[in-house]
């Protein structure tokens, strides 16, 4: 099978104009040399992969910066018991990742802040030439998607979404049946954010999870920033892990794009019902409204005629999973019930078959070359690739396998569903960001064994 490396180099020569690839001296390093990484917020999502980045020999953590103590102690903490050197210590307030933007010992910069700073950091970041990993959501508004885009054409700095679902085992074994047609020619998809969030959401940090109805300030983690998202926003806001993966399998710019989206939101109790059970009537959280449905639908139409079903679930009690369906015209995937059903296959017509079989048989090349490298590695390994994927792709200073065009298309479904939403389930254009190059463009993203 051609190599990743191999396929960049004669896609860069026949998209000529295009792609994101500039020359010169950029491109001059290999796979071997070690990569100088800062990080932009270390609380716990920045410190998963802070304790990946530790642990690697081809990785140099240079520079730190957040604006908690708090959490910069604890990474401090990972630091101590890797056995590495001390790095660059910056909290100097919320701007105070520009100072380490300054510091050009740093190739490379992973960001894992509240969604509200990304692409202001992103942006930065670029304009300093730092190779960009960012986490998920990159753009809250469709202008800041645009921005995100034409900075990163202008820079020539890649961007790459760390989406981790699309390195899900079972996913990616999906990913190598719906490439060898197993499941015919892709008809139908849903997946999602179904996941009681009501813990997270409201958590004061006096136990990992669930301690209290508070947020904002007096919030620990992703309570003192997500939660006031669900104040002022309804639409689908974490759209990312459920469209990645089926992006990837349905080639969306990549000879594929969204067209459309319609959204509708349920009414929002979730979130109400959690404080006055938990915190009594009384409490002055009880009186605040919340805007986000509980659940919120979105439907997405491609132009291959595809439909893309996703739900956001965050705030109601429920067990969690992201509701993966693949369907084509010979059979179908659900991950509720880890069930296949391929037509003429299954051991018996019209009945669901356990998929761990077919897991194993399609276990896609990276999982079976780095699995033992990524166990132990947060979210069943999966955290391990998405890592791996970005400072490989860093070190030889390449297009990452997801790119900037996929960061804002994944991310512009929030935006979209908000304003589907404000006008009743109106249908809403899909911008596309590529601007007519989704029709040239080929997929690479896992075609290979490296990363
Ligand atoms: N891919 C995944 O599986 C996954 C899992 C968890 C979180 N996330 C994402 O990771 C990101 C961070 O989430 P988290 O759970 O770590 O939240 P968190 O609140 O634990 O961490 C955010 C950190 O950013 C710091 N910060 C805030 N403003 C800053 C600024 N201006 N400069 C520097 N630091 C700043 C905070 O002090 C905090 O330490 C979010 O985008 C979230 O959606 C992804």
Same mark, same amino acid.
């Given at each position: 099978?051609?190599?990743?490396?191999?396929?960049?180099?004669?896609?860069?020569?026949?998209?000529?104009?295009?792609?994101?690839?500039?020359?010169?001296?950029?491109?001059?390093?290999?796979?071997?040399?070690?990569?100088?990484?800062?990080?932009?917020?270390?609380?716990?999502?920045?410190?998963?992969?802070?304790?990946?980045?530790?642990?690697?020999?081809?990785?140099?953590?240079?520079?730190?910066?957040?604006?908690?103590?708090?959490?910069?102690?604890?990474?401090? #903490? /990972? +630091?101590?018991? !890797?056995?590495? &050197?001390?790095?660059? =210590?910056? $909290?100097?307030?919320?701007?105070? @990742?520009? %100072?380490?933007?300054?510091?050009?010992?740093?190739?490379?910069?992973?960001?894992?802040?509240?969604?509200?700073?990304?692409?202001?950091?992103?942006?930065?970041?670029?304009?300093?030439?730092?190779?960009?990993?960012?986490?998920?959501?990159?753009?809250?508004?469709?202008?800041?998607?645009? #921005? /995100? +885009?034409?900075? !990163?054409?202008? &820079?020539?700095?890649? =961007?790459? $979404?760390?989406?981790?679902?699309? @390195?899900? %085992?079972?996913?990616?074994?999906?990913?190598?049946?719906?490439?060898?047609?197993?499941?015919?020619?892709?008809?139908?998809?849903?997946?999602?954010?179904?996941?009681?969030?009501?813990?997270?959401?409201?958590?004061?940090?006096?136990?990992?999870?669930?301690?209290?109805?508070?947020?904002? #300030?007096?919030?620990?983690?992703?309570?003192?920033?997500?939660?006031?998202?669900?104040?002022?926003?309804?639409?689908?806001?974490?759209?990312?892990?459920?469209?990645?993966?089926?992006?990837?399998?349905?080639?969306?710019?990549?000879?594929?794009?969204?067209?459309?989206?319609?959204?509708?939101?349920?009414?929002?109790?979730?979130?109400?019902?959690?404080?006055?059970?938990?915190?009594?009537?009384?409490?002055?959280?009880?009186?605040?409204?919340?805007?986000?449905?509980?659940?919120?639908?979105?439907?997405?139409?491609?132009?291959?005629?595809?439909?893309?079903?996703?739900?956001?679930?965050?705030?109601?009690?429920?067990?969690?999973?992201?509701?993966?369906?693949?369907?084509?015209?010979?059979?179908?995937?659900?991950?509720?019930?880890?069930?296949?059903?391929?037509?003429?296959?299954?051991?018996?017509?019209?009945?669901?078959?356990?998929?761990?079989?077919?897991?194993?048989?399609?276990?896609?090349?990276?999982?079976?070359?780095?699995?033992?490298?990524?166990?132990?590695?947060?979210?069943?390994?999966?955290?391990?690739?998405?890592?791996?994927?970005?400072?490989?792709?860093?070190?030889?200073?390449?297009?990452?396998?997801?790119?900037?065009?996929?960061?804002?298309?994944?991310?512009?479904?929030?935006?979209?569903?908000?304003?589907?939403?404000?006008?009743?389930?109106?249908?809403?254009?899909?911008?596309?960001?590529?601007?007519?190059?989704?029709?040239?463009?080929?997929?690479?993203?896992?075609?290979?064994?490296?990363?």
């Amino acid at each position: 099978m051609k190599s990743r490396r191999d396929f960049i180099k004669t896609t860069a020569a026949a998209g000529a104009g295009f792609t994101l690839l500039p020359s010169g001296t950029l491109f001059d390093k290999d796979k071997e040399s070690k990569l100088r990484l800062g990080f932009i917020g270390v609380g716990l999502r920045g410190q998963n992969h802070l304790e990946l980045a530790l642990r690697r020999n081809d990785v140099e953590v240079v520079a730190m910066c957040d604006i908690q103590q708090v959490m910069m102690d604890s990474a401090m #903490e /990972l +630091v101590n018991k !890797s056995g590495k &050197t001390k790095p660059q =210590l910056i $909290m100097d307030g919320p701007l105070g @990742y520009k %100072r380490l933007l300054e510091n050009k010992d740093i190739d490379a910069v992973i960001i894992a802040t509240p969604w509200e700073w990304h692409t202001a950091m992103c942006l930065d970041a670029m304009n300093a030439k730092k190779y960009v990993g960012c986490e998920v959501i990159t753009g809250m508004t469709i202008e800041e998607c645009w #921005e /995100l +885009v034409h900075t !990163s054409e202008r &820079t020539g700095m890649p =961007l790459m $979404m760390l989406e981790n679902v699309c @390195y899900r %085992r079972d996913v990616m074994a999906v990913l190598s049946m719906v490439r060898q047609n197993i499941f015919g020619e892709l008809i139908h998809l849903q997946g999602g954010y179904q996941h009681d969030l009501l813990e997270v959401k409201f958590n004061n940090g006096t136990q990992p999870y669930g301690g209290g109805v508070e947020f904002g #300030e007096k919030g620990f983690s992703e309570a003192r920033w997500r939660t006031q998202h669900s104040v002022n926003r309804n639409g689908d806001l974490y759209p990312t892990h459920g469209i990645g993966p089926l992006a990837m399998m349905t080639n969306i710019n990549r000879g594929n794009r969204f067209t459309q989206l319609v959204s509708y939101a349920t009414k929002s109790r979730g979130l109400h019902n959690y404080i006055v059970k938990k915190g009594g009537e009384n409490h002055p959280n009880a009186k605040v409204n919340f805007k986000l449905g509980d659940i919120v639908t979105t439907m997405i139409h491609t132009a291959s005629e595809e439909t893309i079903l996703l739900q956001h679930d965050t705030n109601l009690p429920r067990p969690y999973s992201i509701g993966f369906r693949v369907q084509g015209t010979n059979g179908i995937w659900m991950d509720v019930n880890k069930s296949i059903y391929i037509d003429g296959q299954s051991k018996e017509a019209h009945r669901w078959e356990e998929a761990q079989a077919w897991f194993d048989r399609y276990d896609h090349p990276l999982w079976k070359k780095y699995g033992s490298d990524a166990a132990g590695a947060g979210h069943g390994g999966m955290d391990w690739f998405v890592l791996n994927a970005f400072i490989e792709s860093a070190k030889r200073k390449i297009a990452p396998p997801q790119d900037v065009y996929d960061a804002v298309t994944w991310s512009a479904i929030t935006p979209l569903s908000e304003s589907s939403i404000q006008m009743g389930g109106a249908s809403v254009e899909f911008p596309d960001f590529t601007k007519g190059q989704w029709m040239y463009r080929k997929n690479n993203f896992a075609i290979g064994d490296d990363y």
